[in-house]
């Protein structure tokens, strides 16, 4: 009902809007006339219509524009021009979220409208706050670069935020249906050989280039932790999805929440862990970002952990394992598609590559 009320209305605003002819609109992602018509009803601030228009990083599934209007700077994130199934499902999540976690200790963008009329813009899209910083890997910038005490605040802050994440009563904020908390540790490992094994039906890939799957699934089965909690996790938390401040070293908002599901915080924590690097660790990785001395080590970010949340860290090795499986079970399928044709042969042996130094450390974790 709420779709079919927009539709009338946009439609009345569309005729009489002017046109905005002067601002891209990226190959049809942005109905210049139809969106200012839908922003101009919306709660979002500001006034008019949008007079500039900057397309920004915005990872591999969706769109990211920062957009000006009345000396008002917003941030439009939508999905790609050829939706996938639950495209616009995952963009109501989330917003869902976002909305959800105000007020909370959790760093993140506010989300400042919604628009769940697919008819706008040809898929369901959010405006959210922009945020001062920057989020990459690489080559860090400013006193990021220049200073070790900034680069070990970013491990803190990392860690801190992950926590505050864990912390939020997912009940008391109406998430309970972002996945399925029952017996969740038990399925873990089924639920990712399932995923690596999918993609046997790609010619050319064979599930068992990926190592020490047997034996990693096999220790995680056994090992199971006994404590289980159930919370929201955001499935990728890492230095790429995080926008950090250049006036100071902290958080400015965690951004991505495209993978956000229920599920063990501890899951988070042992993603930052599977981004880091240290002495000892296998050959063949990079640090995410550089430089990378003065960053905190994996046994500080975990007793960090531990003295935010109370959670007990000797399970903090099946989180780490588990995150090292999951990750590398998922980007094979990059590796599969590489060999369909679908992505750059040189992108899906790179890809390849890190999902077997993951494996690689989570056969290390498991060793002790």
Excluded at 147 to 163: F, I
Excluded at 203 to 214: N, Q, R, S, T
Excluded at 283 to 304: T, Y
Aim: charged residues 25%; hydrophobic residues 40%; contains cysteine.
């Amino acid at each position: 009902m709420a779709a079919q009320k927009n539709r009338n209305w946009l439609e009345d605003a569309v005729l009489d809007h002017g046109s905005n002819d002067a601002l891209d609109d990226f190959d049809g992602l942005i109905d210049w006339d139809r969106f200012n018509a839908w922003l101009e009803a919306s709660e979002a601030p500001g006034s008019g219509p949008v007079t500039a228009v900057r397309k920004l990083a915005g990872g591999l599934q969706n769109n990211v524009f920062l957009l000006s209007r009345d000396n008002q700077d917003l941030i439009l994130r939508r999905p790609g021009k050829h939706l996938k199934p639950k495209s616009n499902e995952t963009m109501l999540r989330e917003a869902r979220v976002l909305k959800a976690l105000e007020g909370s200790a959790v760093p993140h963008p506010r989300m400042l409208a919604l628009c769940d009329d697919a008819d706008v813009l040809g898929a369901c899209f959010y405006l959210m706050e922009p945020l001062e910083g920057f989020a990459k890997s690489g080559d860090l910038p400013g006193e990021y670069a220049a200073n070790a005490s900034w680069r070990r605040a970013m491990g803190d802050a990392l860690v801190k935020a992950a926590s505050a994440l864990g912390e939020v009563d997912y009940l008391a904020a109406g998430l309970e249906d972002l996945g399925k908390p029952e017996n969740w540790h038990e399925r873990q490992v089924e639920r990712w050989r399932s995923q690596l094994e999918g993609y046997a039906a790609t010619p050319g890939y064979d599930p068992a280039d990926l190592p020490h799957v047997d034996v990693v699934g096999r220790w995680l089965a056994d090992n199971l932790p006994n404590d289980r909690r159930i919370g929201l996790v955001h499935g990728d938390l890492q230095f790429p999805n995080v926008m950090f401040s250049l006036q100071t070293p902290k958080i400015s908002g965690v951004l991505d929440w495209e993978l956000v599901s229920l599920g063990d915080p501890l899951l988070d924590l042992g993603w930052i862990l599977s981004s880091w690097s240290e002495d000892g660790d296998p050959e063949g990785k990079s640090p995410m970002v550089k430089p990378w001395d003065g960053f905190l080590s994996r046994r500080e970010l975990i007793a960090l952990y531990g003295e935010q949340s109370g959670r007990d860290m000797a399970q903090v090795p099946w989180f780490f394992a588990l995150a090292c499986y999951k990750l590398a079970c998922l980007l094979e399928g990059t590796f599969a598609a590489s060999k369909a044709g679908k992505v750059p042969e040189p992108i899906g042996l790179s890809v390849h590559a890190y999902a077997t130094w993951l494996m690689t450390k989570a056969l290390q974790i498991i060793a002790g």
